[in-house]
Nanobody, 121 residues
Framework: QVQLVESGGGLVQPGGSLSLSCVAS????????MGWYRQAPGKQREFIGS???????VYVDSIKGRFTISRDNNKNSAYLQMNSLKPEDTAVYYC???????????????WGQGTLVTVSS
């Protein structure tokens, strides 16, 4: 079963930056839209942004101008560059993607296990 693997989380001070990565656990044929979600303590998981295979990005208002989503289609990976971090950005960040595991396979939605980002002084 293909999964996504996130990395790059950690503790950062307010105003600081972190970069998260997301890559498939095994070799896949392709990834379509790749998205980032987060779940803050005591809250539901929320969508924060996505990027299409062609590079079209969507962001929620709370991260616009601070976070940037990018991807590498050759590596079927996605990235989340987070700048000007605030304490309210503290959450577990999850990667999501619609993948094609092999040629001719049906699209499959997969998730990562999440990586914790803590913004605190």
């Amino acid at each position: 079963q293909v999964q996504l693997v996130e990395s790059g989380g950690g503790l950062v001070q307010p105003g600081g930056s972190l970069s998260l990565s997301c890559v498939a656990s095994t070799r896949i044929y392709s990834a379509n839209t790749m998205g980032w979600y987060r779940q803050a303590p005591g809250k539901q998981r929320e969508f924060i942004g996505s990027i299409s295979r062609g590079g079209f990005t969507v962001y929620v208002d709370s991260i616009k101008g601070r976070f940037t989503i990018s991807r590498d289609n050759n590596k079927n990976s996605a990235y989340l560059q987070m700048n000007s971090l605030k304490p309210e950005d503290t959450a577990v960040y999850y990667c999501n993607a619609v993948i094609i595991s092999s040629a001719g396979a049906r699209p499959l939605e997969v998730w990562g296990q999440g990586t914790l980002v803590t913004v605190s002084s």
